[in-house]
């Protein structure tokens, strides 16, 4: 009966860590996106934009994903370090998943980026519960 009860606390937890994950992950991509936009459509480098979006949205989700979705307070310098090796790995990958949706399938933009986006988040909010933010 414990268990099962600590279990559902968890579940909980678990629930209101993604709906927090979801709403600052919404902020952090229209601040990517808008970057990203803007950049592409006036100089029409497809990776420096997506780059470049992606670095703003990423210190914007940091903070608040240390402090609201995930209230971690412990090392934050290794948790940084740890963020910023995760976010640039799924900035690269973002841009090439992006590039190659454009080129290969001839995708509009926004609609690459958008497949890519949401893919990137799910993976992200995995490693930032169980490796980056793990309270040890």
């Known amino acids: 009966m414990i268990s099962l009860n600590s279990n559902k606390i968890v579940q909980k937890k678990t629930l209101k860590e993604i709906y927090r994950f979801i709403f600052v992950g919404i902020g ?14 006036f100089s029409g480098e497809i990776l420096i934009s997506s780059y ?57 933009y926004y609609l690459a980026w958008f497949i890519s986006t949401t893919i990137i988040a799910f993976s992200n909010f995995l490693v930032l519960k169980y490796y980056v933010f793990i309270k040890t």
């Open 28 to 41: 952090s991509n229209i601040i990517n996106y808008l970057i990203y936009s803007f950049l592409y459509l």
């Open 52 to 108: 470049f979006g992606y670095l703003c949205g990423m210190f914007f989700s940091y903070f608040l994903g240390r402090e609201w979705v995930f209230r971690f307070q412990s090392s934050r310098y290794k948790t940084l370090v740890k963020f910023i090796l995760l976010h640039l790995t799924s900035m690269f990958v973002m841009g090439e998943m992006i590039y190659l949706l454009i080129i290969t399938y001839d995708l509009i």
